[in-house]
């Protein structure tokens, strides 16, 4: 939730600050210029004053214009790791084929060669956070949806992220919608919780 704080335009917001009232003698060259006097010339004072507070205020009503985030969807999925394991046992490398995209697909065949135990975990955790992510949107999997277009890569630092393909990263970006994943793993199982945030334009 956003809290955003207006000052209120009020007789007593408008005028000068305490203690400029007292000061009603202008300088020498404005009281020549513009005429008036000293009522007139403290009435000048609080116009510029009240003008400069109302710009305040039309800025921070211009914030809520700005668009603002809320959640769209959240998914969580666990995953039995032994059943993924079941599963390669079966039907070999075509079930990875299966679930990965080309990039995941590479990083599987490089763990499974030096540890097959590290390929398993690797393609668990990848099953479970897209399971995660399918929920999350609303549409499990059900076109566009699609096991190889969404693909659970990894930023320099490590952090898990989601990069989508095809006509499933068109459908999501229309909505300008954001995916945030984490996933882990541990001896039997893997776990991931996704969210998905919308930009939502707000106006005054």
Known sequence: MISLRFDEVSPHSILPPAGEGEKCAPPLGESRKEGGGCGAWLLR???RHARRKLASCA???RLLQLSFIMIQGIGTDICDISRIRAALDRHGERFAEKILS????AAWRRRSTRWPERGVRYLATRFSAKEAFSKAIGLGMRLPMHWRLCEIANRPSGEPMIVLHGGLEDWF??????????LSDENDYAVSFCVVERDVERSA
């Open 173 to 182: 970006a229309a909505r300008r919608w954001t995916a945030h994943i984490t």
């Open 45 to 47: 004072k609080s116009f």
């Open 59 to 61: 800025a921070q009503t």
């Open 102 to 105: 080309d990039a995941e697909l």
